[in-house]
């Protein structure tokens, strides 16, 4: 059985047993662009934040992939009048692999996963009386291994929280 695919069950299983929400305050929703795919995002206070994906990249060949980076939130860069919600601007720091895909001459990752640098930057939405967020995001990305080269991802997304 192919390594993507046991990776992604298990992903998806753990996503929806019931103890996986036993923690307060993890998201878990669609992130839709470069990568799309589930994402899941835990809170650690109220302005730090992990998030990780595990989803399709449509670039160069088609490969599978893995992200996870630390956030911070800065909820008084951009004031929201809407007393629905809260308007939060983030940036962090993380890492990606991205699977080796079948040698198809197209990408950089024919002969091997991909490792890469991730500078996440990105606006939320989070509803007041709502457990979910919209987020957008812009994710310069370095490669280091095999070789280097720079890159960037961008996506759309929404999460519903389970507390």
Known sequence: ???KVILLVGLITAILNPLAYAQDGIG???IVGEPTGISLKKWLNDK???DAAAAWSFSENDSFQFHADYLIH???LLKSDDIVGKLPVYFGLGGRLKLKEENNGKGRND??????VRIPFGIS????DL??????EIVPILDVA???EFEINAGIGVRFYFR
């Open 131 to 136: 457990p979910v967020d919209i987020f957008m």
């Open 125 to 128: 939405y989070l509803f007041t």
């Open 48 to 50: 730090h934040a992990v």
């Open 111 to 116: 002969d091997g996963a991909l490792f890469g």
């Open 28 to 30: 878990v929703g669609v």
């Open 146 to 148: 095999p070789d280097t």
């Open 1 to 3: 059985m192919n390594i």
């Open 74 to 76: 800065n909820f008084t």
